[in-house]
Structure formats: C-alpha cells, structure tokens
C-alpha cells in the first residue's frame, strides 16, 4: 500500500518542503531531473529511479474521480484515493498516458507533472520489466480512446464492483480510462494482472496506490534545492 514516505507534495507545499533541503549545483543532477521556480528559488526533482514500467499517480485538489474513488474504497486513507490519475514511464523516457479530447499522450516528465498538486511513483515488484516487450505493448494501444466518463459509465462501474463483473460496462476493446490504459499495458508486459492481489471490477487510479504488488519509489531524497 502506498506509503505517505512514497508521497511526494507539489504545488506550494512542496516549497515547504524544500527549503529545508541542501542547496545543491545543477551539474550534480542527473540528466533525469526537472527544474521549476517560484519567489526567486530554483527547485529540481530528479526522477532517475522512475525506470521503464514504474507507474506515476497524480492528484488534482477535487476532481469528481476522487468523490467517486471514496465511495468506491470507502475504509481507505485519502492517500489511496486522492490520485486520480495514473500513466507509465515508456522504455523511451518518456510519460504515456490517456486524457480526454486527447486520447494517447507521449510527454516528457517535467511536463507531465507540470500541473499536478501531487505525484507518487510505484513499481512492480514481483516481476521485472522487459523494456523492450514494454515498447512493443505500449505501441499497441497507440490507438486507444478515452471513455466517455458519464453518470450512466460511473453507475456501470460502480455495479461492476458490486458484481465484481465487467460485462455491462459495454465499452469497445480500444475504449478506456487511463488506469485501465496502465492496467493493460503493464499486465500485458509482465503476462498477469497486476493488481490481482485485489477485488477489481474495474481499474481506478487508487488501485493502483492502494495494491501491494507495487514498490513505493520514493522521491523524497530526490527532491533539491538549486544554487542560485
């Protein structure tokens, strides 16, 4: 289950966070960091251990996923169900995810993470990744669409639990939500479900947060300072 050690706050939290880290040089970084300011302060998270097939959750303050994610897990900590968002990091170093109106994004870290209030990483620990395999799996959904996430999908979802049965979802194979995106990618690199150690109707992004098939990455200690 994710940790709050595995939590990492942005936004203006995390500068609370920071200022009580060392400054350190750029040059001391590795080439997988990212950079941001704020009040004349320069920040930078190195993200090096986020490796092929971690999974990174986001969390946006009140968003209708997070309500819906209560009701689902209501005996869960809000730290399992306040992402809501989950993508994977591609053999290619970069984000993939699925996003309304958008369908299949390739992005950088530092953008992807842009305007996010939280972010976590997670790996799974019980099989390793094949990078290769992850790209071949990951260019397969290259044509997957995002689910209409109306009342009458949020119902079927919600009745899937419940009967822990998929079938009434009735939504095209291409037709899916970003942690059902992440879900089918990673299951079909590692040849199982990851989240097997679960009661899964359907995969939401606190799933991911709350099975213990994954390994916190934490970030904490990649988290500096810059000199100015």
Not at 65 to 82: G, V
Request: charged share 20%; hydrophobic share 40%.
């Amino acid at each position: 289950m994710l940790t709050q050690r595995g939590v990492l706050p942005l936004g203006s939290y995390r500068l609370g966070r920071a200022v009580n880290k060392p400054q350190i040089d750029a040059v001391e970084l590795t080439d997988k960091h990212c950079r941001f300011s704020s009040k004349g302060e320069y920040f930078a998270l190195d993200y090096s251990d986020i490796t092929p097939g971690t999974i990174i959750l986001t969390s946006s303050q009140n968003l209708p996923i997070n309500i819906f994610q209560q009701r689902i897990l209501p005996h869960c900590h809000k730290r399992i169900w306040m992402w809501s968002h989950v993508a994977i990091m591609g053999a290619d170093g970069h984000v993939w995810d699925l996003m309304p109106s958008i369908d299949v994004r390739r992005l950088p870290f530092e953008t992807f993470i842009s305007n996010s209030y939280y972010v976590a990483a997670r790996r799974f620990k019980h099989v390793p990744i094949d990078p290769d395999l992850l790209r071949r799996k990951i260019a397969e959904q290259s044509h997957a669409s995002y689910a209409h996430f109306t009342p009458q999908f949020l119902n079927a979802i919600l009745r899937s639990f419940a009967h822990r049965d998929t079938a009434e979802l009735k939504l095209n194979r291409g037709e899916l939500l970003c942690s059902s995106y992440v879900d089918r990618i990673l299951g079909n690199t590692i040849d199982r479900d990851p989240l097997d150690d679960l009661v899964v109707g359907y995969p939401l992004p606190a799933h991911f947060a709350l099975s213990d098939n994954f390994s916190d990455v934490l970030l904490r200690n990649k988290f500096f300072r810059l000199r100015s």
